[in-house]
T-cell receptor, first 115, second 112 residues
């Protein structure tokens, strides 16, 4: 049971290049999320997917696209990378459990630098 | 506009002391308030959480205090240990939103 996995762990891009960050979870969760973490800004939601086949914008969606490939996988794409997208990206998944608690499980993160 | 405001940004506490981190929110639709702990190079992990029907929740050395009328909640770490040194995030969720709003984080350093 690996939980939430992310690839790659590190990436350096040049301005204008594109790339896709991969995320997979093996907990059979319906909901998946992409966050970016910047110093002093906390975790900001980029996109989320409440269930397979649906995606919605979060707080900072500009410059990103997502694909919920199936229940397990949720990818984040940068079409034309900009230095402002230098950040640490986290994928998370969750399942709403009535009464008990709603816990988001996070992956280990992808550290992205855009030169 | 940040939905959840967290303070302080950083905190230094001596071993055995009490660490206190505060959060405030505006949206009265929020009904679930978790705290996440993050160690360097790792993803955040759930530490403790509270719903607004109680004013306090304790798990070991960690306590959440919740003030519904003031729309504030705080994390207290009793007998702080160097192993507690990490970044702590408060968050808030509303049942019909299906997404979390996180505070800006507090970097805690517990000195031996």
């Amino acid at each position: 049971n690996a939980g939430v996995t992310q690839t790659p762990k590190f990436q350096v891009l040049k301005t204008g290049q594109s790339m896709t960050l991969q995320c997979a979870q093996d907990m059979n969760h319906n909901s998946m999320y992409w966050y970016r973490q910047d110093p002093g800004m906390g975790l900001r939601l980029i996109y989320y997917s409440a269930s397979e086949g649906t995606t919605d914008k979060g707080e900072v969606p500009n410059g990103y696209n997502v694909s919920r490939l199936n229940k397990r996988e949720f990818s984040l794409r940068l079409e034309s990378a900009a230095p402002s997208q230098t950040s640490v990206y986290f994928c998370a998944s969750s399942e709403r459990l009535p009464i008990i608690r709603n816990e988001q499980f996070f992956g280990p993160g992808t550290r992205l630098t855009v030169l | 506009q940040q939905q959840v405001k967290q303070s302080p940004q950083s905190l230094i506490v001596q071993k055995g002391g009490i660490s206190i981190i505060n959060c405030a929110y505006e949206n009265t639709a929020f009904d679930y308030f978790p705290w996440y702990q993050q160690f360097p190079g790792k993803g955040p992990a759930l530490l403790i959480a509270i719903r607004p029907d109680v004013s306090e929740k304790k798990e070991g050395r960690f306590t959440i205090s919740f003030n519904k009328s003031a729309k504030q909640f705080s994390l207290h770490i009793m007998d702080s240990q160097p192993g507690d040194s990490a970044t702590y995030f408060c968050a808030a969720e509303a049942s019909n939103f299906n997404k979390f709003y996180f505070g800006s984080g507090t970097k805690l350093n517990v000195k031996p």
